[in-house]
């Protein structure tokens, strides 16, 4: 029996697939304090010699997160853990890096030799020096330690074949998972769309705007490869889903939308 394909739409406001709109002014979540004081005599800090300071809880107990914290000024922000590894007195600590390609991972590593390094594909690594006594207690007491910088996560990539994108993200799972934008334009010249209305059902999604529509249409069943079009009247154009994941560097920095992610390998 064929199953019954499914269909999501989105509706958003353009005159062209190009044309500029207002966007909406953004009230995103701040990131919140994080407290340390559970932790403190087990934290370890460093610094580059950029500036960049780091507070890493390498050692947890079974069942226990490790945790990392960076930035470059007296705001750091909580990494995302992606995995941990540790072979004899040598460890690293994985952390997600939406600029680096491949889905690979940051780092944070102890090598056998006692040093350490921020890992950032080659791109941007850098050696790490310990900070130790009055000096890293006056970062434990003066800095702030909040959560992720990034509450924002990509929810679907297309492109057509002039090479326009069409972009939308959502707020994470920590912060209710919709709150959702729409770009469109080229790379590093996109253009926010202002919503009006979001209606999300088991039929799809649709994204209203304030003075037209356009309907981006994602068809699947059994018997067919998924497609995704924009529909504007009786105008189809097809277009080519792309991954998130696998082009999580383009999505975090050449279409120009995410100036800060607050994340170990931010410059590359």
Excluded at 104 to 110: Q, S
Excluded at 229 to 257: A, Q
Aim: aromatic fraction near 8%; charge should be positive.
């Amino acid at each position: 029996m064929r199953a019954r394909g499914w269909v999501v739409a989105g509706i958003l406001v353009v005159l062209s697939p190009v044309a500029a709109a207002q966007p909406a002014k953004d009230s995103d979540p701040k990131p919140t304090p994080v407290d340390i004081k559970a932790l403190r005599d087990k934290l370890q800090v460093f610094q580059d010699k950029a500036g960049g300071t780091y507070v890493v809880f390498a050692e947890p107990p079974s069942g226990s997160d490790a945790k990392v914290f960076y930035g470059t000024g007296k705001q750091l922000y909580e990494q995302i853990n992606t995995g941990r590894s540790r072979n004899g007195d040598a460890w690293s600590l994985n952390t997600w890096a939406p600029r680096i390609p491949d889905l690979r991972p940051a780092a944070i590593t102890r090598k056998d030799d006692g040093t350490f390094m921020r890992w950032c594909d080659g791109r941007d690594d850098a050696v790490l020096t310990e900070i130790t006594g009055d000096k890293a207690k006056a970062i434990l007491d003066k800095y702030q330690f909040l959560s992720p910088a990034l509450v924002r996560r990509p929810h679907l990539l297309a492109r057509d074949d002039s090479g326009i994108y069409y972009y939308v993200d959502r707020l994470d799972k920590a912060h209710g998972g919709k709150g959702f934008r729409v770009f469109v334009g080229k790379k590093g010249a996109m253009k926010q769309l202002a919503l009006t209305d979001v209606a999300s059902d088991s039929a799809g999604q649709v994204f209203s705007t304030k003075t037209g529509d356009l309907r981006l249409v994602n068809t699947t069943d059994n018997q067919t490869t998924p497609n995704t079009r924009w529909v504007k009247g009786e105008k189809k154009t097809d277009l080519i889903k792309l991954d998130t994941d696998v082009n999580s560097p383009l999505i975090f920095k050449d279409l120009g939308i995410y100036k800060f992610t607050g994340t170990l390998c931010d410059n590359i």
